[in-house]
């Protein structure tokens, strides 16, 4: 079955015939050098060439990219080049911090990058200089991701800044971090966060690994990056977290997690997870231990009553009936008798549209977006009950459902909630509570199989571990209970 949806995307990259720059070594003939760089540039207009001269007479060129490259960067560059006698260029470049470049392909990634390449006469080498354009946003508080009481700091698109944000608030020796480049021309930089002696190397080792094993010539975002880092790929639940929060990410690393930072991208990759870390939110911490217990289950019984509720629904107006309480039995029924279809044709209606209004809600701008929410939420209720296209009892299965998928901290599992209810609504349709329990049997089996990078991700219940209970679904005191004196 899985060959009928493999990744169309694979096999028109293993069939990819455009040309690759081929690796040839800096010529001492100019002509042929700047000939090679415009070629490769495909002669784009943002392209500069300029004559670098001294005492009127010309010593080399070279080349930069306007669209990526920091002017006043350039020229600070060049003006500290001039004061200085041009005697070797090697002596002079070497005292501006400049990179020797041998490959003609190297410097034509380094001018895609925003650096300044230049050429000398006669000179069998190249020198590449930073004047890289760096324009990013201020670090703001993250929209997804709020909290109570805390920092509310987020990343940004920028690696260096996010890693600055995750050393403030881990700041020791330990903290490593290792970076890799992605992609058939290494064009990604990602950097790999981690604890030495808190995090498992077997685990970095595997990490390290599946991102060299990314070949793809698309472009590389987060999302391409976890589908090569999951163990299951066709699982519809997230074996990865991502988050905009430094914080969270210090926590996850002083647990011996690993952190990826992938370039312009402002938000981090956290792995290996369990499918409790989900539930989990830094509010947790900053509470009495007691409140954050008590969320922290409110929130896991939140996963039970998204996936089940409109599947119990339909159970009992189709086959269960009988448990209906007599005091409301006439409710229900002057509820549901004048809809003309089944329970599981009004479910599916309701929760589409809920998925519609969610959609045009992110989708358009934030304060048009919170008002359609409400707006249509309220009106498009109140317009189908009154044509008795649904019962209001629908209506409130569907807000409580809703509602419940929203508690959760993480938006990888929100998305996998809004879906795994579909399942448990058909099962529900056709054999009641017994298609239910055998739809959740299913996903409990499916849960106990999975791993994240090699860890199994129902820990501590598969396999059942007493002392994991106390860390990843109850929150205790960070401090035992004084015995000192006593106050008089």
């Known amino acids: 079955?899985?060959?009928?949806?493999?990744?169309?995307?694979?096999?028109?990259?293993?069939?990819?015939?455009?040309?690759?720059?081929?690796?040839?070594?800096?010529?001492?003939?100019?002509?042929?050098?700047?000939?090679?760089?415009?070629?490769?540039?495909?002669?784009?207009?943002?392209?500069?060439?300029?004559?670098?001269?001294?005492?009127?007479?010309?010593?080399?060129?070279?080349?930069f990219i306007d669209s990526v490259t920091d002017s006043d960067k350039l020229s600070n560059t060049l003006r500290s080049i001039y004061n200085r006698p041009l005697k070797n260029p090697d002596e002079v470049m070497s005292s501006i911090n400049s990179i020797q470049v041998v490959d003609l392909s190297q410097a034509v990634a380094r001018l895609i990058q925003g650096e300044t390449i230049l050429f000398f006469h006669d000179h069998p080498v190249c020198f590449s200089i930073n004047t890289r354009l760096a324009i990013q946003r201020d670090v703001s508080q993250p929209e997804s991701e709020q909290i109570v009481r805390g920092a509310h700091n987020g990343f940004v698109e920028n690696i260096a800044t996010n890693v600055y944000q995750v050393r403030h608030l881990i700041q020791q020796p330990s903290l490593t971090v290792r970076y890799e480049y992605l992609g058939k021309d290494k064009h990604t930089k990602v950097a790999i966060v981690y604890v030495d002696g808190l995090c498992d190397m077997h685990i970095l080792e595997e990490t390290r690994n599946r991102l060299r094993n990314i070949d793809t010539a698309r472009l590389i975002s987060s999302a391409v990056v976890e589908e090569h880092l999951e163990d299951h790929p066709y699982s519809p639940l997230p074996q990865y977290m991502s988050t905009e929060r430094p914080d969270r990410c210090a926590l996850n690393l002083l647990q011996g997690k690993i952190v990826l930072f992938i370039e312009g991208e402002a938000i981090a990759l956290v792995l290996p997870v369990t499918f409790f870390s989900f539930y989990q939110s830094n509010d947790d911490y900053n509470s009495r231990w007691y409140a954050g217990t008590f969320f922290r289950l409110l929130r896991l019984f939140s996963f039970i009553t998204a996936v089940t509720l409109p599947g119990i629904y339909i159970a009992i107006i189709s086959f269960h009936y009988e448990i209906i309480p007599y005091g409301m039995t006439f409710v229900f029924k002057d509820a549901v008798e004048m809809i003309p279809y089944p329970p599981l044709i009004e479910a599916f209606f309701m929760e589409l549209t809920l998925e519609l209004i969610r959609e045009a809600g992110v989708r358009l701008p934030s304060p048009i977006g919170q008002t359609i929410g409400i707006v249509g939420g309220l009106v498009i209720g109140d317009a189908v009950v009154n044509a008795g296209f649904v019962s209001s009892v629908m209506i409130i299965v569907v807000a409580l459902t809703a509602i419940s998928s929203f508690v959760v901290p993480a938006n990888e599992m929100n998305m996998s909630i809004r879906l795994l209810r579909f399942p448990v609504m058909i099962m529900a349709s056709l054999a009641g509570f017994?298609?239910?329990?055998?739809?959740?049997?299913?996903?409990?089996?499916?849960?106990?199989?999975?791993?994240?990078?090699?860890?199994?991700?129902?820990?501590?219940?598969?396999?059942?571990d007493p002392k994991g209970i106390w860390n990843e679904i109850l929150r205790l005191p960070h401090v035992k209970p004084s015995q000192g004196s006593k106050l008089s």
């Not at 040309?19 to 500069?48: C, F, G, Q, T, W």
């Not at 199994?456 to 059942?464: E, K, L, Q, V």
């Open 1 to 63: 079955m899985k060959r009928w949806f493999k990744n169309t995307d694979d096999k028109n990259q293993s069939t990819d015939t455009r040309k690759k720059p081929a690796p040839e070594p800096v010529n001492a003939d100019m002509d042929r050098n700047r000939r090679y760089i415009k070629e490769e540039l495909h002669y784009s207009e943002d392209l500069h060439e300029r004559t670098l001269s001294f005492a009127n007479k010309q010593a080399g060129v070279y080349f």
């Open 434 to 464: 017994v298609g239910i329990v055998f739809c959740l049997t299913l996903y409990l089996i499916h849960l106990c199989k999975l791993t994240s990078l090699g860890k199994p991700y129902f820990y501590p219940f598969a396999p059942f």
